[in-house]
Structures are given as C-alpha cells and as structure tokens.
C-alpha cells in the first residue's frame, strides 16, 4: 500500500474532476454507514475515513494516546489528521463520483475547534494548525460539491458509542459528545464560519438500522444522477 507521502506526489498527474460529496456528522452517526449503502452502485469512489491509519502510524495509536493525555497529543493526532485528510481530499477519483466520510473541514470547524476552546491544544498549537489549514485552503484545491450532513441527537449516539465499544472511546463524556454536535450545527446549519464549501443536505440520522435505508435513499438522486 502506498503511503500518504507517495500518494500526494502522484495525484497531480490526474485531471479528473468527480462530484465530490463530504459525509459529516458527530461521532456514531453513522458516516461509515452512510458511505456502505453507495457500494451497491457503480461508479462511485468510496473513501473511509483513515481511522485504521490513525490508530497504527509505524505501530503507535494515535487515537488512543490523543483520549488517554489530550494535552499532550492533541497537536500530533490533529496534525496527522490533517495529513491523511489532505491525502483523501487529493486522492484522484476515475468515477463521476467521489464520497469521502469526513473532510479538513469538521477537523478544523469541529475537533480543533473545540480543542482551542477548552484549552487542550496551547494558543500556540492552535495557531500552527490554524496556518496550516489556511494555507492548504488557499494554495491547494479541495474540491466539495454537495455535503451530507447526518444530524442526530447527542444522547443517541453517546448510546451507539457506548454500545460500539471502540477501546479507545470509552472515556468519551456526554458532555464532548454535546459539545460536538454544537459545533457541527454552528458550523453546518448555523453558518458561523465564513466558509461552508458545499450546499449541505440533512438527513435524520437518529433513525434505527431498520429505518435508516429510507432516509439514505433521499440522498441517491442528489448523489448518484451525477453518476449517469
Ligand atoms: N476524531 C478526532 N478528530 C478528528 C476526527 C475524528 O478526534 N478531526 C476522533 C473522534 C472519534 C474517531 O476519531 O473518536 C472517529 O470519529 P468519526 O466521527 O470521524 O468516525 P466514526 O467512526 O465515529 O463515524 P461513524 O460512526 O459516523 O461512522
């Protein structure tokens, strides 16, 4: 498999513009979800999110040192983030239509944002990530043409987190959980940020497995005509 590094050297060879769609929304609302139901059609580039990548970087977990000592490894896992992040936002699609969970977007608006608020990344650690993010915003083109937002109610998926059991969330509060969803709603609905790339669709993520399949399909003819 190809790293991050190589990958970023090798996409400028390609010209290719897809569709491209972010899947947002707090943590367990079920992006990975989301993007499975899309394997079903052709011609659509699926990229998960590089969580995997986060946990195992040359044998460290990242995820797991950033929940256990925050304000120590806030900076590094956020920097990373926004590594493998790029590295997807680049990442050339041959399909009319390219999905991604997640963007450098909800990294800095939601994670790094509450991280700066509550002080676990330093002034100093905030700005650097800051000056990275604007600078990747004005000298490298990061292509968003619809994002799907799935909206849930903090107490529900603080119950799928609990119910998933990923080791390295068990800590995770109620309280974080809110505060994320705040974020997710000042920077997606409520505009509070001077950007929102893309036009944003809602959908009722709070819904059940066996519901949920309806509430995706509302998406498919925003998606998949761009696919035809
Ligand atoms: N995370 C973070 N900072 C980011 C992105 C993610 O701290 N910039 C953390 C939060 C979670 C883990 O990484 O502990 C994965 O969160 P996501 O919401 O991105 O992914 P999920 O796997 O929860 O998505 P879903 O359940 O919606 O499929």
Aim: hydrophobic share 40%; net charge negative.
């Amino acid at each position: 498999m190809l790293s991050v590094a190589s990958n970023i050297s090798k996409m400028s060879a390609n010209n290719v513009k897809p569709f491209t769609v972010f899947v947002e929304g707090n943590i367990g609302s079920g992006k990975t979800t989301f993007l499975e139901h899309f394997r079903q059609f052709e011609d659509i580039t699926l990229l998960t999110e590089p969580v995997e990548m986060w946990r195992d970087l040359k044998g460290c977990n990242l995820l797991e040192l950033m929940y256990k000592d925050p304000e120590k490894w806030a900076m590094t896992f956020q920097s990373y983030v926004s590594l493998t992040m790029l590295d997807m936002h680049r990442r050339p699609a041959s399909t009319p239509v390219k999905l991604m969970e997640r963007s450098l977007f909800s990294a800095r608006y939601c994670f790094v944002e509450h991280m700066m608020r509550n002080n676990t990344l330093h002034p100093a650690q905030f700005a650097v990530l800051d000056e990275w993010f604007r600078f990747i915003q004005h000298n490298i083109p990061i292509d968003a043409d619809l994002i799907v937002y799935l909206k849930t109610s903090p107490s529900i998926v603080y119950q799928r987190i609990k119910k998933r059991a990923r080791s390295e969330e068990q800590c995770v509060p109620l309280s974080y959980i809110e505060e994320l969803h705040r974020l997710h709603e000042d920077w997606l609905i409520n505009r509070i940020h001077a950007e929102c790339p893309a036009p944003v669709l809602v959908l009722d993520a709070d819904l059940d497995l066996s519901q949920i399949t309806d509430e995706y399909k509302r998406s498919e003819h925003q998606i998949l005509r761009k696919a035809v």
